[in-house]
């Protein structure tokens, strides 16, 4: 299937140029020099099969939604909505007679909720002149422009994963309004509850209540596994050596004894999506409680002539990040 794709691609962008090529071919055979232009915009077809590919390779890059929240592909592309269910509380089972009636229903505390599915694109080009040097100097065409397409695709579906985008209705993770919002203790010099104003014991309790918070929530039903901090707030803590309420000096850094205190969270990330918001944000973030739904990554469409240049569109689909259990997520913001 893929092979066939690609075949098709070449065979498309071949259609495209061949006229540029053979115009070119017989202007240079004027001068005594033959060439074959089926060979030589062959080519350059391939060349930009060849940097689609190069740029599909390096769509890894270290995007921190990538990272944090899980991917999910399962709504189909051509899907303009689809439903997601958020659940207010956590169902619980009951012991019942032979022939009772009212076993309790977990879809009672879901609620349906109808999001839609976004089109993003981008687009890059190679004038007509990119394409004539490459086919006659028999030069390879730049793979940062395809590769720069691609990564602002990843970029967009960065950024509506934390932030949403308010113009097309689409909520962020960041403003989810089910999560639970946390108040830390006003208690830090002059009543602040910032943690650069707190000892470092405040500190410690500050954000020990935090990562707490989701289990009590839940009774110990739901475990935080990820804690992500405005990478201000990650600094304060890693560089900050704890002092506990007597005055006593220990070896290690607040944050050092954060993660002593709790095993069970797998990683401490520091979220440049975060910074200068002072926010830290405990939960599990297992994909059946949140994750990243994009139906289509990214997919490139033919090259396309437009006056003096080619250009090659690219596009993908995306929801954005469904939180089916806000309350896995314990937010507290205003910290820095």
């Known amino acids: 299937m893929a092979n066939q794709k690609t075949m098709r691609l070449i065979k498309q962008a071949q259609d495209c140029i061949s006229d540029v090529i053979a115009n070119e071919a017989e202007n240079r055979s004027q ?8 060979d030589l915009s062959a080519f350059v077809a391939h060349e930009l099969t060849y940097n689609r590919a190069k740029a599909l390779e390096k769509m890894q890059a270290p995007l921190s939604a990538f990272g944090v929240f899980e991917v999910f592909t399962e709504v189909p592309e051509g899907a303009e909505s689809a439903v997601q269910k958020v659940y207010s509380k956590v169902g619980m089972a009951k012991i019942i007679s032979n022939y009772a009636d009212d076993i309790p229903l977990s ?8 999001v839609k599915v976004k089109t993003i694109a981008s687009a890059y080009q190679y004038s007509v002149q990119d394409i004539i040097n490459s086919a006659f100097a028999n030069v390879r065409l730049t793979e940062r422009k395809a590769a720069s397409a691609y990564h602002s695709i990843d970029k967009k579906i960065n950024d509506i994963a934390w932030n949403g985008d308010a113009d097309h209705n689409i909520t962020g993770f960041l403003a989810n309004p089910y999560v639970t919002v946390y108040n830390v203790k006003a208690d830090g010099t002059g009543s602040s509850k910032k943690l650069e104003d707190k000892t470092p014991a405040q ?13 009590n929530n839940t009774k110990g039903y739901i475990v935080p596994n990820k804690v992500l901090f405005d990478p201000a ?11 506990d309420g ?15 205190n709790h095993p069970e969270i797998k990683e401490f ?26 139906p289509k990554r990214a997919s490139q469409e033919p090259i396309q002539r437009k006056n003096l240049a080619f250009v090659v569109p690219v596009w993908g689909r995306v929801i954005g990040v469904t939180v089916n259990y806000p309350m896995a997520f314990t937010k507290a913001t205003g910290l820095w």
């Not at 879809?107 to 109808?114: I, L």
């Not at 002072?278 to 739904?293: K, M, P, Q, R, V």
């Open 31 to 38: 001068n005594g020099t033959n060439y074959n232009a089926d």
């Open 107 to 114: 879809d009672a505390y879901a609620e349906d909720v109808t």
């Open 203 to 215: 500190m410690f309790r500050d954000v020990n209540e935090i990562i707490d918070n989701v289990t």
């Open 233 to 243: 707030l990650y600094n304060l803590l890693s560089e900050t050596i704890f002092v």
């Open 246 to 260: 007597n005055g006593n000096a220990k070896t290690q850094t607040v944050l050092e004894m954060v993660k002593a």
């Open 269 to 294: 990330v520091k979220v440049f999506e975060l910074a200068g918001s002072g926010t830290i944000i405990a939960g599990n973030f297992d994909g059946e409680y949140a994750h990243l739904e994009i």
